[in-house]
Nanobody, 123 residues
Framework: QVLLVESGGGLVQAGGSLRLSCAASGRTFSYYYTVWFRQAPGKEREFVAVISRTGTSTYYADSVKGRFTISRDNALTTMYLEMNSLKPEDTAVYYC????????????????WGQGTQVTVSS
């Protein structure tokens, strides 16, 4: 089992930047593929980005490609999401999640979740 805690959310103006962190504890962090999802009010949970266990492979949703960067530091058992050129449509609660059996962009495939951190982008 792995426990996940997100931080770094906040209020930012359009065009600004934020860096989210997802700190893990419990079972060896490098055992898991880790991912960021987000959920805006009234909308379904949406895939944002995923990173492999070693951090060498990443995959992004088209809506964030070129603006967001996912990374991880296994020594610090932490995953990050660097968000640049933020837009009002990026406003959502951002969640990190983990699974051991490879990539998935389907939130239902992840069994370990953080509590979420709110990101609000004003226009």
């Amino acid at each position: 089992q792995v426990l996940l805690v997100e931080s770094g959310g906040g209020l930012v103006q359009a065009g600004g930047s934020l860096r989210l962190s997802c700190a893990a504890s419990g079972r060896t962090f490098s055992y898991y593929y880790t991912v960021w999802f987000r959920q805006a009010p009234g909308k379904e949970r949406e895939f944002v980005a995923v990173i492999s266990r070693t951090g060498t492979s990443t995959y992004y949703a088209d809506s964030v490609k070129g603006r967001f960067t996912i990374s991880r530091d296994n020594a610090l058992t932490t995953m990050y999401l660097e968000m640049n050129s933020l837009k009002p449509e990026d406003t959502a609660v951002y969640y990190c999640a983990a699974r051991s059996l490879g990539y998935s962009t389907n939130f239902a495939m992840y069994n370990y979740w953080g509590q979420g951190t709110q990101v609000t982008v004003s226009s």
